[in-house]
T-cell receptor, first 111, second 114 residues
């Protein structure tokens, strides 16, 4: 059974701080990694994808991947109250199969 | 429309009835995925298609669940003889290509089985 684990939270950070979200996965064959954001009552929307070890930056967001440790993280710099949402980690193999979501981490950014 | 659409948005049915949930993906998207999401949980994979071919149905809970995408566009998820435990949000997503690309989610269908 392929598993993706995340701390359920809630993770509370003050406005302007860095929020760090973590995810571990069980399938060493996973090659594609995604972070989705889901506001309450809404559908998930993609924030970032990462496929290679290391860091990938996009604006205030940085995804970090370490395949050896089976670990992927998302950093949100200068957190804003509008970042308050549930963040879902998802992994897949090279063919887009075995697409597995984690349970999500609820982030609360306090003004 | 520009996004993924699903219908109905809400469905209330009695236990034992069959239901059909529809997904209309973004035009031209090759892959289509079905998920079920319980409150406070991440989406749970059910099945997916590339064009009209069902590639993986390992996530379907049992044989009461089936899905089709006969012309490689619109898809229908059918649940026969519904049970209360089937109550959930059912989400559809589509992606442009078949190799682990970005999935765009529809608004979901909230199914309630009484």
């Amino acid at each position: 059974q392929k598993e993706v684990e995340q701390n359920s939270g809630p993770l509370s950070v003050p406005e302007g701080a860095i929020a760090s979200l973590n995810c571990t996965y069980s399938d060493r064959g996973s090659q594609s990694f995604f972070w989705y954001r889901q506001y309450s009552g809404k559908s998930p929307e993609l924030i970032m994808s990462i496929y290679s070890n290391g860091d990938k930056e996009d604006g205030r967001f940085t995804a970090q991947l370490n395949k050896a440790s089976q670990y992927v993280s998302l950093l949100i710099r200068d957190s804003q109250p509008s970042d308050s949402a549930t963040y879902l980690c998802a992994v897949a193999d090279n063919y887009g199969q075995n697409f597995v979501f984690g349970p999500g981490t609820r982030l609360s950014v306090l003004p | 429309g520009a996004g993924v659409s699903q219908s109905p948005r809400y469905k209330v049915t009695k236990r034992g009835q069959d239901v059909a949930l529809r997904c209309d993906p973004i035009s031209g998207h090759v892959s289509l995925y079905w998920y079920r999401q319980a409150l406070g949980q991440g989406p749970e994979f059910l099945t997916y298609f590339n064009y009209e071919a069902q590639q993986d149905k390992s996530g379907l809970p049992n044989d009461r669940f089936s899905a089709e995408r006969p012309e490689g566009s619109i898809s229908t998820l059918t649940i026969q003889r519904t049970e209360q435990r089937d109550s959930a949000m059912y989400r559809c997503a589509s992606s442009l290509d078949r190799v682990g690309g970005t999935q765009y989610f529809g608004p979901g269908t909230r199914l309630t089985v009484l």
